[in-house]
């Protein structure tokens, strides 16, 4: 079962308007069977706690990525929690697209 806020395939995002992935969070969110894929994640009012507690509630019985990660802030809770810089090959498989990428990512994984 997808996790709430999960994206949708063909969901068109709008800068400034992502969805809501959590309360008071929005972003991008793929919950695939290889691993929970976050590509975009901001808080809708920053220093409140909200992103870090949103990652220490994703389960930890799913490997969970975050693509290219740039905030230090966001770096910072992820390190804290764990997570490690990775390189994984990503391609969009489902588009058609035979050509995966290396992109750095932070990962944690199942446990």
Excluded: W
């Amino acid at each position: 079962m997808p996790l709430p806020g999960a994206s949708r395939k063909g969901a068109r995002i709008v800068p400034g308007h992502e969805p809501e992935i959590a309360p008071g969070i929005r972003g991008i969110l793929f919950d695939r069977a290889d691993g929970i894929y976050i590509p975009l994640i901001r808080s809708v009012n920053p220093d409140q706690g909200v992103v870090s507690k949103f990652v220490d509630d994703l389960p930890t019985d799913r490997k969970v990525i975050f693509p290219c990660v740039m905030s230090p802030a966001l770096e910072h809770i992820l390190t804290k929690r764990g997570f490690k810089f990775k390189v994984i090959e990503l391609g969009n498989e489902d588009e058609g697209d035979p050509e995966p990428v290396a992109v750095e990512c932070m990962v944690r994984e199942a446990t």
